[in-house]
């Protein structure tokens, strides 16, 4: 029950959403066109532009076809990331762009191997070539790229600016505006890597070469060689570095121009030369060609008496005879005189001075045309793949947008025929396209009404009829033909064509509108008017046969390829500008004809190039001329969007608790499982074979706005369960090392334990040990258990004191502490008086230094009859010679003995002992005093390591008072009767004894510092 409640709530909530609206989307606008609700309001589609732009969305779709609009400042939208960000993803995920595009017909290309074209056409300055070159950008850094073929992709990189130096110039619209059309096709292997390319390009505008409007200039690379090349090449081909110098370069007034910087731009291009393969022989002869351009220019002529054109001044013709390798004679009669051809001779006529004028610009009309086909050549040549395996590939065709100027004469002619061609075809293709994606879908087609510009095309190429063959008769019939005759042959073959007006044919309110001279055309894109004037001279672009048999036999390897002999030998007239310009447009069609197309359409949003700037009425131009408004009624007829199954069940899948997470049925059971939770109604979509299609853009958009609902539910229980497993990761993560913690700490704490356990067995051994031993002499058995007691023995004293000063009964120590009474003995004999006293005070007494297994049994058979109280190892000296010699000291209740191993060697009864001297220095000397009445030997005077222990047990066994003496300098001891010795006691650096010189015993201490 629960559930189902909550299930209710989910459903009301995104059915709210999906009828609120977007504020977003309104500020934004919508990136298909085909998902306008008005899409056939061209004020609906301008706003939508206009929207975009400002938020500095350049791009927007209809359909597949991009629409670009020029920003005209750097958006930061072509990095590398971006560029990552697009690669592999499916067509409509992500935001429209130019890379969405080239991935899109790279990824079709790969998956069915077949060949792709991408069409990209606009006006002069709307960005087409900005596009090309993005998108070789992209195919450099996305493609797989091997180091073999590193070399292959460069050179398709930087064929550009070759090739925007030679062919794009600027215009009043566009500073690096392409005055050609050009088609590229990249070549691909089977694993995707580009391996070639090919180029072909249309209808270079060499008019530009010898005039240019105000405001405009001559070919990029005139300037740039001025302005970046090397002091040395200009002076050999014999330049100035001020283009005002000459006359092809100053006509228009703006040689040089603050926003192009033709110094850098030369190293760009002369880099590209070193990758394209180019020698240096090779651009010695370009640059000479270029160069001989200039110089042709500067020509001056003159008339003389007869009405001939001379040229007074030859420095001209010796340089470009030089350049190009002529003979400067067979040059200058060239350019001022004509050879015409009778049937059995050869007539040379002098030329007037306009006839010259325009013999010198046809020559540098004609060698520039050439030099620019053999270059495109020269880098297709470097492009090709040795590799004959098959290719698929990939064309780029910049091409010429519509034009519509003031004065429109033979070359928009020619461009606007392109693009009604292209135009028709691109109708074509979409309709069959969409057509043949109905009945695949099993969706019932509904007939489009459009305009098929095909009766226009007729008009202009049909063949005898048409405006080029009409244009190609007037150029080679016999008698005066003029521009005029061509515009009266034009009414008298086409006036009655819907599509063709003159000022003759023309209604009194048209009449006004149509000079004399001109004629109209009704394109698909609106009314041009073509003003006929140098119909005939561009459409036949002579040049007389005199010059090219000068050129033929130029030394100049470049003008050689480019002019061949065999031309001079063929004497059919070669064809016209217009039938090869037809026939190439032809060959054109045929190949993207045989390839997928991709379209993108390039708009200019103000004539002034300022960023931000969005002018209406051309952008309103724009689109009529590019046939936007066409193409999406076309596009949108039916239904505004359609999508695979598995795409719109992958996108969608969380609007439905039967779909989410997982759908694991067919993908068009999902879809209609999808749709019918929504609650689509069934005349806003049809199902069919593969893909969903839906009528409305509303549908989609609540469909798109539940979505953005749904996402910030989702995101928010992402959030929350991502939060949780942080927070549990945490916990487990502190948990563990708490427990990891503990059982450290544990650890410690238990070896901490068993130290302190093994210290209290280790103590309760000692203690048992010391008391087992506490009879025994101090050892290392019993010394802290002989401290222990001591220790309590004071402690337990400081209660027990006595009352009073006379009071003698102290606390009686423990057997073991006898010898403290021992040590108040020493105190009152030492204390104060002799030297290492304090240092004694805390080496307990031992009971005997010597234990009875180290006297020898004689020994102890002799005093048997006495118990012995201590023994000591001494030294003892002799009291004559002072030799020493090692004794033992034993001292019995009775006597003291000196003993020499098995002998006793001397034996003092304490009732004959006088008493004891020692010194008040460190030595272990002490002297043993006999009394000479009583048959003694003698004194005797030994050196004990315990003098303080020894001498201590002696008084305390004699039990008499004040017999010790502690002396200072020297003592005095009895040797035998009326004979006495004297020890002498010094300090020193060492402790030594010795006999000195006057037989005295020496001992000499090192006195300490207290």
């Not at 001209?316 to 390798?325: F, R, V």
């Not at 689509?680 to 049809?686: S, V």
């Not at 209290?760 to 025994?776: C, E, L, S, Y």
């Amino acid at each position: 029950m629960m559930e189902s409640k909550k299930e209710d709530v989910r459903r009301k909530h995104i059915r709210l959403h999906m009828e609120g609206a977007l504020t977003a989307r309104d500020k934004v606008g919508v990136q298909d066109f085909v998902l306008l609700d008005a899409y056939t309001s061209e004020s609906a589609f301008v706003d939508n532009l206009r929207k975009r732009f400002n938020e500095n969305l350049i791009y927007t779709y209809i359909g597949t076809l991009l629409v670009s609009v020029n920003p005209y400042q750097e958006l930061g939208i072509y990095t590398v990331s971006q560029m990552e960000l697009y690669q592999g993803v499916n067509f409509f995920e992500l935001p429209p762009h130019v890379y969405a595009i080239a991935d899109n017909a790279y990824r079709m290309m790969c998956s069915e191997l077949n060949n792709h074209f991408i069409l990209i056409s606009g006006e002069s300055g709307a960005g087409k070539t900005e596009a090309s070159k993005k998108i070789l950008q992209y195919f450099a850094v996305t493609c797989p790229m091997t180091q073999s073929l590193q070399i292959a992709r460069d050179r398709l990189l930087l064929s550009n600016p070759v090739l925007e130096a030679f062919g794009n110039a600027r215009t009043l619209r566009n500073d690096n505006s392409s005055r050609f059309g050009k088609y590229m096709d990249i070549q691909f292997d089977f694993q995707g890597i580009p391996v070639g390319g090919h180029i072909i390009s249309y209808l270079i505008e060499k008019s530009r070469v010898v005039y240019q409007n105000q405001g405009e200039r001559n070919f990029h690379i005139f300037y740039q060689l001025l302005a970046g090349g090397e002091e040395e090449r200009l002076a050999l081909l014999g330049l100035e570095r001020d283009p005002q110098l000459y006359k092809y370069l100053s006509q228009g007034h703006c040689a040089k121009e603050s926003s192009i910087n033709d110094k850098n731009d030369w190293k760009t291009v002369s880099n590209a030369f070193s990758v394209i393969d180019f020698t240096e022989a090779d651009l010695e002869n370009l640059f000479g060609i270029i160069a001989s351009v200039l110089h042709l220019g500067n020509i001056c002529f003159e008339e003389d008496d007869q009405g001939c054109a001379t040229i007074p001044d030859t420095h001209e013709i010796k340089w470009i005879a030089k350049l190009l390798g002529v003979h400067p004679a067979v040059l200058l009669e060239a350019l001022t005189h004509r050879k015409i051809e009778a049937k059995t001779e050869e007539v040379i006529c002098p030329l007037t001075l306009e006839l010259s004028v325009y013999a010198r610009d046809a020559m540098a009309k004609a060698v520039y045309g050439r030099t620019f086909t053999w270059l495109v050549n020269k880098i297709n040549s470097s492009l090709v793949n040795k590799d004959f395996t098959r290719k698929t590939v990939i064309g780029l065709l910049d091409i010429y947008g519509f034009e519509v100027f003031d004065k429109n004469g033979f070359e928009q002619f020619c461009i606007n025929y392109c693009n009604e061609k292209l135009q028709q075809l691109l109708i074509e293709r979409t309709l069959k396209a969409e057509q043949a994606e109905y009945e695949m879908e099993g969706i019932e087609w509904e007939p489009i009404k459009y305009f098929n510009n095909k009766i226009i095309c007729d008009l202009v190429e049909e063949r005898h009829k048409g405006i080029i063959s009409i244009l190609d008769e007037e150029c080679i019939r016999p008698g005066p033909a003029t521009d005029l005759s061509f515009l009266e042959k034009l009414e008298e073959k086409v006036g009655t064509h819907a599509h063709f007006e003159t000022r003759k044919l023309a209604g009194p309110t048209g009449r006004k509108r149509i000079g004399w001279m001109e004629f109209r055309l009704l394109h698909y894109a609106g009314e041009v008017t073509y003003c006929t004037k140098g119909f005939l001279e561009k459409n036949n672009d002579l040049l007389y046969r005199h010059l090219k048999e000068v050129l033929c036999k130029s030394k100049n390897v470049i003008l050689r390829e480019c002019f061949l002999l065999a031309e001079l030998e063929n004497r059919r007239r070669p064809p016209t500008v217009g039938t090869q310009f037809k026939n190439s447009l032809s060959s054109l069609l045929e190949i993207l004809i045989s390839k997928e197309p991709s379209y993108i359409r390039c708009i200019k949003p103000n004539d002034r190039k300022e960023p931000s700037k969005f002018d209406d009425f051309l952008i309103r131009h724009q689109i009529k001329y590019l046939g936007l408004m066409e193409h999406l009624r076309v596009r949108r007829a039916g239904f505004a969007y359609r999508r695979k199954y598995e795409h719109f069940l992958q996108r969608y899948k969380s609007l439905c608790p039967d779909t989410w997470p997982h759908w694991h049925g067919p993908p068009a059971e999902g879809v209609e499982r999808l749709i019918n939770y929504i609650g689509y109604k069934p005349e806003e979509y049809k199902l069919g074979k593969t893909k969903i299609f839906i009528r409305f853009p509303r549908t989609l958009f609540a469909t798109e706005d539940a979505l953005e609902f749904c996402k910030h539910q989702l995101v928010a229980r992402i959030q929350a369960t991502y939060k949780s497993c942080l927070g549990r990761k945490e916990y487990v993560k502190k948990r563990q090392a708490a427990i990891k913690l503990e059982a450290h700490w544990r650890g410690a704490l238990a070896r901490k334990a068993i130290q302190r356990r093994k210290w209290a067995v280790r103590i309760i051994r000692k203690f048992i040990k010391g008391f087992i031993n506490r009879n025994k002499p101090l050892c290392p058995d019993n010394e802290e258990f002989i401290v222990f007691v001591r220790k309590n023995y004071i402690l337990n004293l400081r209660y027990h004191l006595p009352k009073t000063v006379l009071d003698k009964s102290w606390l009686r120590p423990p057997g073991i502490l006898e010898n403290m009474q021992q040590k108040v003995v020493t105190s009152e004999i030492f204390r104060g008086r002799k030297d290492g006293y304090t240092e004694s005070l805390n080496q307990p007494f031992a009971n005997s230094r010597i234990n009875e297994g180290d006297i020898n049994p004689k020994v102890l058979q002799l005093i048997s009859h006495e118990k012995i109280q201590y023994g000591v190892p001494v030294i003892k000296y002799d009291r004559k010679g002072f030799k020493a010699r090692q004794r033992q000291l034993i001292l019995t209740q009775k006597a003291a003995y000196v003993v020499e191993l098995a002998k006793i060697k001397q034996k003092i009864e304490y009732s004959a002992l006088k008493g004891v001297s020692t010194s008040n220095l460190r030595d272990g000397i002490l002297v043993i005093h006999v009394s000479p009445d009583d048959k003694q030997k003698g004194d005797a005077v030994l050196q004990c390591g315990h003098m303080f222990e020894a001498v201590t047990k002696l008084v305390m066994l004699v039990k008499k008072e004040n017999i010790v003496n502690v002396v200072q300098g020297s003592l005095q001891f009895f040797i035998s009767p009326g004979k006495e010795g004297t020890i002498v006691f010094d300090t020193g650096p060492e402790e030594q004894i010795y006999k000195n010189k006057n037989g005295q015993l020496t001992v000499v201490s090192v006195r300490r510092k207290s």
